[in-house]
């Protein structure tokens, strides 16, 4: 199974790491959405779109890339890094899903786990989150690609 995943990680590295760790399981490559080449997306069966959580929503140059994609089919995936408590990652992903719907995906789910976060106050004592995402959020990120390998519906 051709797999792509398209992954913004700006502040520590956080959505990478669960970004490699999904592409190991899934034998994907992991590229920005500056390296991503819309024809390689379009041939893949599964492409992932993930970044970490800016105000409430997922970074703007990934919604900007998936509004840019052009119009076909496949198999995808959101997935999202977060410093704060936050809803479900179905929630979090939800406007990022509508998009890729609406660009002829069928979104197979969503995963989310905590993250470091530096921003603002939280700066001053080093950040929350310091030693996240730990073993326990890299194993459920490896389970939810197991599930989206095997074709089951993945939510996490």
């Known amino acids: 199974m051709k797999t792509v995943i398209v992954c913004v990680s700006v502040s520590h590295g956080n959505t990478r790491r669960v970004a490699d760790t999904m592409a190991e399981v899934l034998g994907a490559k992991v590229v920005s959405p500056e390296e991503a080449d819309p024809a390689?997306?379009?041939?893949?069966?599964?492409?992932?779109?993930?970044?970490?959580?800016?105000?409430?929503?997922?970074?703007?140059?990934?919604?900007?890339?998936v509004?840019?994609?052009?119009?076909?089919?496949?198999?995808?995936?959101?997935?999202?890094?977060?410093?704060?408590?936050?809803?479900?990652?179905?929630?979090?992903?939800?406007?990022?899903?509508?998009?890729?719907e609406g660009r002829g995906f069928t979104v197979d789910g969503s995963f989310s786990?905590?993250?470091?976060?530096?921003?603002?106050?939280f700066k001053l004592v080093g950040g929350i989150n310091k030693r996240r995402p730990d073993g326990g959020d890299l194993a459920a990120a490896r389970a939810f690609a197991e599930r989206l390998r095997d074709g089951r519906a993945a939510r996490a």
């Open 40 to 65: 390689e997306l379009a041939a893949a069966d599964l492409v992932g779109f993930g970044s970490g959580v800016f105000y409430g929503r997922l970074h703007a140059h990934l919604t900007d890339f």
């Open 67 to 100: 509004k840019a994609l052009p119009a076909g089919r496949g198999r995808a995936f959101v997935f999202a890094t977060n410093g704060l408590p936050h809803p479900p990652p179905a929630l979090v992903a939800r406007p990022l899903v509508r998009l890729l």
């Open 113 to 121: 786990c905590r993250a470091l976060d530096t921003w603002a106050l």
